[in-house]
């Protein structure tokens, strides 16, 4: 996923009528690279349960609405991709940028045993170069 994508993500985008967070996520070709529609699988447990006290917090605390970001900026403003990563990885002590974290998923995936076929639809590239790019530091290939 890209950092694009998660800072223009809605509430009501994650969550089905009932209020739970959705399985599979559609994104709308406009929050997307290349305009396209895509997927983001939120199949995890503990990541479920992390996004569903996240967005209690966002309904409860901060009185937002279903259409509303999930992420915002501490001046509840829209986030850009910089402050959410700063936010998302500076409490774990970690720097991260969009880019370094889209190749640790991919480095991952791949030491996980997943096809590049896979990881290249995970990761959505047209290109299957794309994912190799990523990919080659693994010995293995």
Same mark, same amino acid.
């Given at each position: 996923? /890209? +950092?694009?994508? #998660? @800072?223009? !993500?809605?509430?009501?985008?994650?969550? =089905?009528?009932?209020? *739970?967070?959705?399985?599979?996520?559609?994104?709308?070709?406009?929050?997307?690279?290349?305009?396209?529609?895509?997927?983001?699988?939120?199949?995890?447990?503990?990541? /479920? +349960?992390?996004? #569903? @006290?996240? !967005?209690?917090?966002?309904?409860?605390? =901060?009185?937002?609405a *279903?259409?509303?970001?999930?992420?915002?900026?501490?001046?509840?403003?829209?986030?850009?991709?910089?402050?959410?990563?700063?936010?998302?990885?500076?409490?774990?002590?970690?720097?991260?940028?969009?880019?370094?974290?889209?190749?640790?998923f991919a480095?991952?995936?791949?030491?996980?045993?997943?096809?590049?076929?896979?990881?290249?639809?995970?990761?959505?590239?047209g290109?299957?170069?794309?994912?190799?790019?990523?990919?080659?530091?693994?010995?293995?290939?």
């Open positions: 996923m /890209r +950092a694009k994508e #998660v @800072a223009n !993500i809605n509430l009501d985008v994650l969550l =089905d009528r009932r209020g *739970r967070v959705k399985e599979i996520v559609p994104l709308d070709p406009s929050m997307t690279k290349g305009a396209e529609f895509g997927e983001i699988y939120v199949c995890h447990l503990e990541a /479920r +349960a992390n996004i #569903v @006290a996240f !967005i209690r917090k966002r309904l409860v605390d =901060d009185k937002a *279903r259409h509303d970001r999930l992420f915002l900026s501490y001046l509840n403003k829209p986030i850009s991709m910089r402050q959410l990563l700063k936010m998302l990885f500076a409490p774990a002590g970690i720097k991260a940028t969009s880019h370094s974290s889209r190749r640790s480095i991952s995936l791949d030491q996980g045993g997943a096809s590049i076929k896979e990881i290249q639809a995970l990761m959505r590239h290109n299957i170069t794309s994912t190799m790019g990523y990919v080659t530091t693994n010995p293995a290939r």
